[in-house]
């Protein structure tokens, strides 16, 4: 059974992979090295999960996620809710890894979250490591809907009849997540993982995910109802 709950989050990160370039950065290693060795499990337990669908999105709302790619290098990738336009919300992410650091800043309608093919994302802006920022607009937009389309499905999550079990991660242990096996994909990009979900967690409700066919993780490490801003004006 897939569901698309995690196919959003790794996208986006793979789409921050993709602009860092090959070489490795000696500051952004050390930051990176430096903050994941001072993570620590908080030892706080949240109940058992109820809901079939993540919370009602919000602007304020994060989360952040020690990635893990097939080469065993770490990024830290964190989720934000920064504003709301027309009934759209502004959703951001940005990548933190050995390379440097991206943003993406993408302006989507959620329409109805359990259907998805109600959705449309209306903008998109791009920060790359040098901090330039660039906004993709006319054909270029029209591309990017496709090539990000299944990635805002994340949004239209119902866990109804999945299997749940507890969770240790970083930020707690998380009981009664909802478990699935997905199958994310960006154009010939493809990963089997194993995800486990919780409605406590906003936007995505990501626990944390183990590749099934690769060596990749994610980990939920940090979360919040409010506090979000933007890095991208």
């Known amino acids: 059974m897939t569901t698309p709950a995690f196919r959003k989050i790794f996208v986006l990160a793979c789409i921050g992979f993709a602009a860092c370039g090959p070489s490795i950065d000696s500051a952004s290693k050390k930051d990176i090295d430096q903050r994941i060795a001072a993570l620590g499990h908080t030892g706080q337990s949240f109940p058992a999960a109820s809901a079939l669908v993540p919370k009602p999105l919000a602007t304020g709302q994060w989360t952040q996620h020690l990635m893990m790619n097939e080469k065993g290098e770490p990024s830290l ?22 390379y440097g650091k991206t943003v993406s800043k993408i302006l989507v309608f959620p329409g109805d979250r359990m259907n998805p093919g109600t959705m449309e994302i209306r903008a998109v802006k ?36 999945l299997p749940q079990e507890s969770m240790p991660v970083i930020a707690g242990t998380f009981n009664g997540c909802f478990k699935a096996r997905t199958d994310a994909s960006w154009g010939v990009w493809r990963s089997l993982s194993t995800t486990w979900m919780h409605p406590m967690v906003p936007i ?30």
Request: charged fraction near 20%.
């Open 126 to 161: 791009l920060k790359d490591k040098s901090g330039k920022v660039s906004e993709v607009d006319g054909p270029s937009l029209q591309l990017m809907r496709s090539l990000w389309q299944g990635s805002i499905n994340m949004l239209a999550v119902s866990w109804q009849g």
């Open 77 to 98: 990738v964190t989720h934000k809710i920064v504003g709301e336009d027309g009934g759209a919300f502004w959703f951001e992410v940005a990548n933190e890894n050995y």
């Open 204 to 233: 995505s409700g990501l626990v944390k995910s183990a590749g099934v066919d690769r060596p990749t993780s994610m980990e939920l490490v940090g979360f919040g109802e409010t506090g979000a801003t933007s890095e991208i004006p």
